[in-house]
């Protein structure tokens, strides 16, 4: 029996605060898991040899830089928590997280 690949995913997270250089977790996720298997430090407006992404790919052609760099020309980088990205399907909104506007009024 041959096993289904399950799809892989990315999440990101801004971890500096305003007015520090801008760091973002790009975290891996494999579809139906609730951890990541991998989490992905991503600087980039620093232009060293490793592209500004601690992935293996040590460019800044990265994937990940790529998302980042989009969100932040889309003006939606402080979005960029709301959303997900598959090479499959590009970005996708996560269903999962409401603003508090949207959240029911406890009594």
Known sequence: MVKARLDIYYTFKIMSQPGEQLLVHALKWEEFSDVPIETYRIMPDNHSATGGCSCPAWTSACKHRKC??????DGKINEL???????????????????????????
């Open 68 to 73: 980042v760099d989009e969100a932040r020309q």
């Open 81 to 107: 928590h709301k959303w997900k990205w598959t090479e499959k399907h590009g970005w996708a909104e996560v269903d999962d997280i409401r603003s508090i506007e949207d959240m029911p009024e406890i009594e």
